[in-house]
């Protein structure tokens, strides 16, 4: 079992940042992949950003230049720059061992 608590969401203007974090915690050893995904209104859940065990990380292209995933031992993190109104949405972390866990979703605002 894995546990996944997002924090760090907020309300920025367009042009500013946010860094949102991720806590994992009980069997993280067996954490293959994270990813962060983000929902906005009325819209379908978009993969934004993953890194495997091997840190390896591809990104949406939207958010390209713009977003950072990284990972150290228990923590995901995504440094978010230059931030649009268009990457409001609710922002999810994601972890898989052998099933999928999700966390509970953290909002981020960026106001025009």
């Not at 806590?23 to 929902?39: C, D, E, L, P, T």
């Not at 091997?54 to 995933?69: A, L, M």
């Amino acid at each position: 079992q894995v546990q996944l608590v997002e924090s760090g969401g907020g309300v920025v203007q367009a042009g500013g940042s946010l860094r949102l974090s991720c806590a994992a915690s009980g069997s993280i050893f067996s954490i293959n992949v994270m990813r962060w995904y983000r929902q906005a209104p009325g819209k379908q859940r978009e993969l934004v950003a993953a890194v495997t065990k091997d840190g390896s990380t591809n990104y949406e292209d939207s958010v390209k230049g713009r977003f950072t995933i990284s990972r150290d031992k228990n923590t995901l993190y995504l440094q978010m720059n230059s931030l649009k109104p268009e990457d409001t949405a609710v922002y999810y972390c994601y972890a898989f061992t052998w099933v999928a866990y999700w966390g509970q979703g953290t909002q981020v605002t960026v106001s025009s």
